[in-house]
């Protein structure tokens, strides 16, 4: 074989090699792009899930808010009943 065909040869096997390298880093690229996907799916339900307990957070802060203010308003009455009952004793 002449040097010339010998050197389009050579290249020609490099190239494939190239080729089969660049096949395999897009197939590896793909792969990481679905478990990507997979992974941001996740994360959008754990925000929904995030967004529902910051709701719930929120609504029993108020009860306890109102729960605090109701027992706050009968220690009120009860000390005022004491102290009633104390002013008449």
Do not use: C, K, Y
């Amino acid at each position: 074989m002449d040097p010339e065909r010998e050197d389009t040869a050579r290249w020609l096997e490099e190239g494939r090699e190239l080729l089969g390298m660049l096949h395999d880093e897009v197939e590896h690229l793909a792969q990481e792009n679905e478990r990507l996907r997979a992974e941001l799916g996740r994360l959008d339900e754990l925000q929904a899930v995030i967004a529902r307990v910051n709701r719930d957070n929120d609504r029993l802060r108020t009860e306890r808010d109102e729960l605090l203010a109701a027992f706050r308003r009968m220690a009120d009455l009860v000390e005022q009943i004491r102290h009633s009952r104390g002013a008449r004793g």
